[in-house]
């Protein structure tokens, strides 16, 4: 009876197992192996913002939250894998000297249901994280949204028309919270790594923008975008992968040229956006 009660357990731990790999895109599974992103659950964006400050503000809480499913799903991952290593012990011969004949030879039965339970939970809340957006591939190397001439780079400038800004604790009564890169009407916007569109719309200032968040807390806006002869391609809510094209240059809002007005945020607090190319 005791032989038949092992092999039945083992069966069961078989079943977990194969039912796990079978559904590898819709979840974590035991092993090096990931889970591949797919499109976010649908959620309601705003419509518009009254001020950049506004915009901005809500695409770091978006970037915020999308940390924090990609650490609870790595999380989830470990801890699976740990459970299934248990269980896979249980049953391995080479560990026992051949095939097991003593109850001594067994985890307990407790500690069994426990680990199995785990197993289904983590598998079933991993599928939900990652149908939600979640993941835990490795951060990308971003690329250029485009090629061209820079303008004006980040960071303190003799432009008397860019604000005054307190930045890491210094005040500068000019600058620049972004990359200008100056090409020609209509030249094709690309995303420079994964995300999700924030935002995508005419703010108040006449200027077209589009917002992204994207894994690791960070946040892109690409502004002056054309928006009648080049329809915006994405929304709201849209996965875009690295090389997607997400508008293209105008003359929209506050501009003497035309030109791609680049700025990217990292867990809140603006950088150059041309410090993460090639990292």
Known sequence: MLFIRVCCLAMLLCAVTLATAANADEGPTAGPSLAPRVAPAARSYPRGFTTYDALIDYAKSVAAAQQESDTRLATLMARQDAAAEALKSVFDPRLHGGLLRSRADLMDETTFSALRTELASDAATGRQLVADGATVTPAESWRLPLLGEDTQDFGPTPYYF??????????????HDGTDIAVPWGTPVLAPARGVVVFAGTMGD??????????????????????????????AGDTVQ??????????????????????????????DPLSMIGR
């Open 206 to 235: 006449g200027a077209v923008v589009v917002v992204i968040a994207h894994d690791a807390g960070l946040v892109s806006m690409y502004a002056h975008l054309e928006n009648r002869v080049f329809p915006l391609p994405v929304k």
């Open 162 to 175: 860019e604000p005054a800004m307190t930045y890491r604790g210094v005040y500068f009564p000019h600058f």
């Open 242 to 271: 690295a090389g997607d094209r997400i508008g293209n240059v105008g003359l929209t809002g506050v501009t003497t040229g035309t030109h791609l007005h680049w700025s990217v945020w990292r867990n809140g607090e603006l950088i």
